[in-house]
């Protein structure tokens, strides 16, 4: 029975270390072998006065989140080597990607990068690595979001 490919999640946000993940995650398939997949999570929005108005901000959303994605799977391919699985999701993010996680038996290992503020490491990481630490049936690997490029290079 040939081997599973491990597949590196990593969730798309708008943080600045949100790269350092993607690095890392790309640098650790292209050596192993392995798949980059990303989650880009759409919050539904709070505007729910006129529905034809909520439908339409939530299809520029979604198309505002495939467009990212596909920026983002074009440097997945050139670090990586092979095009990324890419997935949107629409609700709670932390919902989401363990939903996900939970659906997709590809999913091998959840690749975050950490806050280096003071504000600790960002709300996804602090409810992951607390209680609902249970709830994951991968590893975490957490990034620090302060890395180098040079560093990221030098530890994958």
Do not use: W
């Not at 398939?29 to 980059?36: D, E, F, Q």
């Not at 074009?74 to 659906?103: F, H, K, T």
């Not at 709300?123 to 709830?135: E, Q």
């Amino acid at each position: 029975m040939p081997e599973q490919t491990r597949v590196f999640l990593v969730v798309v946000d708008d943080s600045d270390e949100m790269r350092s993940a993607l690095m890392f995650a790309c640098r650790r398939a292209r050596h192993t072998g392995g798949r980059v997949a990303l989650l880009r999570v759409i919050e539904p929005t709070e505007y729910q006065h006129f529905a034809s108005i909520g439908n339409l901000m939530r299809a520029e959303a979604r198309q505002n989140a495939e467009a990212l994605l596909e920026r983002l799977a074009a440097e997945v391919n050139a670090m990586s080597g092979q095009l990324p699985v890419l997935y949107v999701r629409e609700g709670n993010p932390r919902e989401q990607l363990i939903a996900l996680i939970d659906e997709d038996p590809q999913i091998s290992i959840l690749v975050l990068a950490a806050d280096t503020g003071s504000n600790g490491p960002g709300p996804l990481i602090s409810a992951l690595t607390g209680k609902f630490i249970g709830k994951l049936r991968v590893p975490l690997t957490i990034v620090p979001g302060n890395l180098t490029d040079a560093q990221i290079t030098a530890i994958t």
